[in-house]
């Protein structure tokens, strides 16, 4: 705490924001402050209702601190939120997580499940698989069928990729 105290006694931005609240003179570089002046409680600490406004050569620290084990942008965000406050936190939050290639990679959408195995029918056609392939170099399709049953194939090489006209054979 007394680390707080001292650097917050040195911190140009929060001597602006008590004068702000003292004074009600608000300079334009802490704007970010102004829409918080009913909640700031200026003693040897700057307080955001009851949360410590962090001097900004500590956000850095903080930040490492509450980023430990890497909790993602959600914890972490909670941690500090329920604690300290510093204009743009929100923000410094993401950058942090957002730059970590460890959390980039953990944070990958899950792959896909691993392919199924079909089970194998009762008797031959009742499950069977088909596919278009083309066109081909000589503007022909080829129609193949497969029967899951016996792996038998049928192969039909067709001018034509329409439905309808492919079924008539």
């Not at 300079?27 to 949360?51: C, Q, T, V």
């Not at 039909?156 to 329409?162: A, D, G, M, R, W």
Request: aromatic letters at 10%; one cysteine or more; glycine letters at 4%.
């Amino acid at each position: 705490m007394s680390t707080i105290v001292a650097y917050s006694e040195k911190d140009q931005e929060i001597y602006k924001v008590k004068k702000g609240v003292y004074q009600n003179d608000w300079d334009d570089s802490i704007k970010s402050y102004k829409f918080f002046e009913n909640e700031l409680f200026p003693d040897s600490i700057l307080l955001r209702g009851n949360k410590i406004v962090i001097p900004q050569q500590l956000c850095k620290s903080v930040l490492d601190a509450a980023y430990e084990g890497h909790p993602g942008i959600v914890a972490m965000k909670g941690r500090l939120r329920s604690k300290v406050w510093w204009p743009r936190i929100d923000k410094d939050v993401e950058q942090l997580v957002k730059a970590c290639k460890g959390c980039t990679l953990v944070g990958l959408p899950n792959p896909p499940a691993p392919m199924k195995r079909r089970e194998l029918p009762a008797a031959p056609w009742i499950d069977v698989t088909m596919d278009l392939m083309g066109p081909l170099p000589s503007n022909e399709y080829l129609l193949v069928v497969v029967d899951y049953y016996s792996r038998y194939e049928e192969v039909k090489i067709t001018k034509t990729s329409q439905a309808y006209r492919l079924l008539k054979w």
